[in-house]
């Protein structure tokens, strides 16, 4: 039962380089979404995604891109990677059942920027 | 707007005693409400949740109860363990229509023998 899973776990970048944090989840979810912690601090919204080729900007999307191709994945894009993009990144997916919405995350990708 | 308030810690706990962390919210509609914990090192695993008001989720021995006329989602444990330590986030999400959750800024929980 592998729920939303999140590759790399651990990534180093240096200023300036481009990665992507890869999605995917298989419980056929609508909604996807990505979040980042920051040490000691809640969750924020980066971008979210409500369907198939539909994405949105969350509360802080600058330095991010997304896509949504197919409903399984979502990968999250960090372009010209800065020390403020530091932080543990979370994909998450939720269903929209009757029994009430619930979202599910993954374990996070550690992401540290020199 | 949707937004969650909870208690801030960290709240240190001796083995045994009770435990309560508070969480109010302000919400448009109705929505479902949640308590998310996360050990040291792993992503958030839902606790437990309730989807209107007056019901209590309930699991692992943990309880929160569903208030509308206080907008609270106050979560409780009897007795706590070394196990339990973690950080506990209150979060509301869509019941019907709507696509984004909130999330408190986590309550962080220790419980020494």
């Known amino acids: 039962n592998a729920g939303v899973t999140q590759t790399p776990k651990f990534r180093i970048l240096k200023i300036g380089q481009s990665m992507t944090l890869q999605c995917t989840q298989d419980m056929n979810h609508n909604y996807m979404y990505w979040y980042r912690q920051d040490p000691g601090m809640g969750l924020k919204l980066i971008y979210y995604s409500v369907g198939a080729g539909i994405t949105d900007k969350g509360e802080v999307p600058n330095g991010y891109n997304v896509s949504r191709s197919t409903t399984e994945d979502f990968p999250l894009r960090l372009e010209l990677a800065a020390p403020s993009q530091t932080s543990v990144y979370f994909c998450?997916?939720?269903?929209?059942?009757?029994?009430?919405?619930?979202?599910?995350f993954g374990e996070g990708s550690w992401l540290t920027v020199v | 707007g949707n937004s969650v308030t909870q208690m801030e810690g960290p709240v240190t706990l001796s083995e045994e005693a009770f435990l309560t962390i508070n969480c109010t919210y302000t919400a448009t509609g109705y929505p479902s409400l949640f308590w998310y914990v996360q050990y040291p090192g792993e992503g958030l695993q839902l606790l437990l949740k309730?989807?209107?008001?007056?019901d209590k989720g309930s699991n692992k021995g943990f309880e929160a109860t569903y208030r509308k006329e206080t907008t609270s989602f106050h979560l409780e444990k009897g007795s706590v363990q070394v196990s339990d330590s973690a950080v506990y986030f209150c979060?509301?999400?869509?019941?019907?229509?709507?696509?984004?959750?909130?999330f408190g800024t986590g309550t962080s929980l220790t419980v020494i023998p």
């Open positions: 979060a509301l999400g869509p019941r019907n229509t709507g696509n984004q959750f909130y």
């Open positions: 998450a997916s939720s269903d929209r059942g009757a029994s009430g919405n619930t979202i599910y």
């Open positions: 309730a989807t209107k008001a007056d």
